[in-house]
């Protein structure tokens, strides 16, 4: 048996693999996987048949029953390509009372106190389970962690209570906005622009798209928020555009135009109502550019789909969480997570890791000493509950 790391130990290794999402992160899910057996549990990886170069693992502890409390995070990390940092980004760094490294924060931090824990009840044995579920592609749309729910159901008893451990400050999470994003391309008709009533330009065209999206904002904005709703921060649905390129030169109509379409949907409302609003605009659109031309038309895609984290009446993991950080308050956060996803396949979910998501994603990165020591204890107590 090998010897038994401590959490800042695991982060370290845990970091020092550049899981960047783009890349494989076969690596580090070699080192769990090992890891984890030179304790004697079981680990299960599943590869992505599409993407072969990644993969999930998961595990389960304790008696082979249902009802297992789930200790969710994700492997990959983004980029760190122009940020300017002062350490290694895959080196962890202590200075000042903090842990520099990408992903200490977002969120090999809890990844790492997750495996410590798995072992220390598997060490100590506990009444009641506790399963270990480490995605991929969260960074780029959650889009690793449904299949990887599925898998972990053919595999282990189902769990009941998922503790995503997303940075909150060790603070109980219990909402989250829906996001649903759609790539949009537009396909206009090129002539000169003096001409441009002959032809159909897609920057223009996706124009029309775009300011029907601000008008919605103001809509929404304007509306009176449920009770759920007045949580968030905004407390309404935004309807976004982050990326837009286009066009050729200044002088002729552009043949294409590419946009990301994003909706942050809140509880309440239904991402598919805002697809088929959007959908209908974007037909009324294509039927007038296709009247100048018929070649011209609006190709749609969805990039990513992330079920909000609806609060839960009497939730079971809220509760664990709440009774193991003592954290009374109510917290919902408008970014989304996979909290939503294991939500929507019938766990109870919550949110609940070290540090601050203002850190996430940052050039010197990091997740401060006394986080990651509330994490340690958290994970203590968790381990104790699950013994008893
Ligand atoms: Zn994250």
Redesign the pocket.
Known sequence: MSPVLSPLQIMERLVAFPTVSRDTNLPLVDWVQAYLDSHGIVSHRWVDPDQPHKAAVFAHVGPMVEGAVVLSG?TDVVPVDGQPWDSDPFTVVERDGKYFGRGTC??KGFDALAIWALVEAHRRGVARPLQLALSFD??IGCTGAPPMIVEMQKHLPKGSAAIIG?PSMMGAVTGHKGGVGYRTHMVGFEVHSSLMHTGVSAIMQGARLIDWANQRNIENMAKAPGEIQALFNPPFTTCHVGMISGGTAHNITAKDCEFMMDFRVVPGEQAADWEAAYLAKVKEVEAEMQAVHPDARIEITQSFDVPALVPEEAGEAEALVRALTGDNATHVVSYG?EAGQFQAAGYSAVICGPGDIAQ?HQPNEFVTVAQFNAGHAFMTRLVDRLAD
Do not use: S, Y
């Open positions: 994700h977002d969120m969260e960074e997303e997570t996430a």
